[in-house]
C-alpha cells in the first residue's frame, strides 16, 4: 500500500546548489503534505508543510511545492548546506483523518564540499 | 524550545514478555501519536489519541498493544506479549490543536525483541 511514493533513495548534490526532493502520492483525499528530515538514531523534525489549497510555501530555504493535478510534491533547499545531510520523508494527511500521517520511504540527501 | 521525550532509549527483552514504551508529548499539546519504523521500512502509524480515548488506530495496532494516558504528561505503550517482529523503532508524536497538522516526534525507543 504505497499511497507516498520517493522514487529516489538516495541523492547527493555539492555545497551551496539546489537539492530537490520529490513525493508522488495516490490518494485524492490527502489535504496537507508535511515534510520531516531525519538523522541517525533521532525522531523525524519537521521542517515545512503545504495545505492541498495552495501550491508553494516558502520557509527560509525551504520551499515545499504541490503540483495537485500531477499529484507530486516537491522540496527544495537553497543553497544546499553539508548540514543538510540526513534522510527526508514526505509525509500527507487525509480529510476526516485525526491527523495520522503517511510517510513515504524517504530519500536520503548528501550534500558535498 | 519544548520537545517530546521517550524513555527509555532502548529497550531489549525476551518474546512474550511485556513492555512498556513511554512518552512525554508538549505540555500544551492535546493529540498523541504512536508511530514505528522497521529496520529499513517506512514510518507506520500506529494509533492516535485524543480526549483520553483512541480516535484511530491501524491494523498493526492489534489487541496486544495499547496506549494511556496515566496522568497529566506521560503517554504509554504497552505491548502484552512480544514479538520478533515487534522490534522497531518506536516514535511517539503530538500536535497541539485541531486545526493544526504538524506533529512533532521524539527521538524514538529502540525496541529489540529476542
Known amino acids: 500500500d504505497q499511497q507516498v511514493k520517493q522514487n529516489s533513495p538516495s541523492l547527493s548534490v555539492q555545497e551551496g546548489r539546489i537539492s530537490i526532493l520529490n513525493c508522488d502520492y495516490t490518494?485524492?483525499?490527502?489535504?496537507?503534505f508535511l515534510w520531516y528530515k531525519k538523522y541517525p538514531a533521532e525522531g523525524p523534525t519537521f521542517l515545512i508543510s503545504i495545505s492541498s489549497i495552495k501550491d508553494k510555501n516558502e520557509d527560509g530555504r525551504f520551499t515545499v511545492f504541490l503540483n495537485k493535478s500531477a499529484k507530486h510534491l516537491s522540496l527544495h533547499i537553497v543553497p544546499s548546506q553539508p548540514g543538510d545531510s540526513a534522510v527526508y520523508f514526505c509525509?500527507?494527511?487525509?480529510?476526516?483523518?485525526?491527523?495520522?500521517?503517511?510517510f513515504g520511504t524517504g530519500t536520503r540527501l548528501q550534500v558535498t564540499l | 524550545e519544548p520537545e517530546v521525550t521517550q524513555t527509555p532509549s532502548h529497550q531489549v527483552t525476551q518474546m512474550g514478555q511485556e513492555v512498556i514504551l513511554r512518552c512525554v508529548p508538549i505540555?500544551?499539546?492535546?493529540?498523541f501519536y504512536w508511530y514505528r519504523q522497521i529496520l529499513g521500512q517506512k514510518v507506520e502509524f500506529l494509533v492516535s489519541f485524543y480526549n483520553n480515548e483512541i480516535s484511530e488506530k491501524s491494523e498493526i495496532f492489534d489487541d496486544q498493544f495499547s496506549v494511556e494516558r496515566p496522568d497529566g504528561s506521560n503517554f504509554t505503550l504497552k505491548i502484552r506479549s512480544t514479538k520478533l517482529e515487534d522490534s522497531a523503532m518506536y516514535f511517539c508524536?503530538?500536535?497541539?490543536?485541531?486545526?493544526?497538522?504538524?506533529?512533532?516526534f521524539g527521538p524514538g525507543t529502540r525496541l529489540t525483541v529476542l
Open positions: 509525509a500527507a494527511k487525509s480529510t476526516g483523518t485525526a491527523s495520522k500521517l503517511t
Open positions: 490518494n485524492s483525499m490527502f489535504d496537507y
Open positions: 508524536a503530538s500536535r497541539r490543536l485541531v486545526n493544526v497538522n504538524e506533529q512533532f
Open positions: 505540555s500544551n499539546h492535546l493529540y
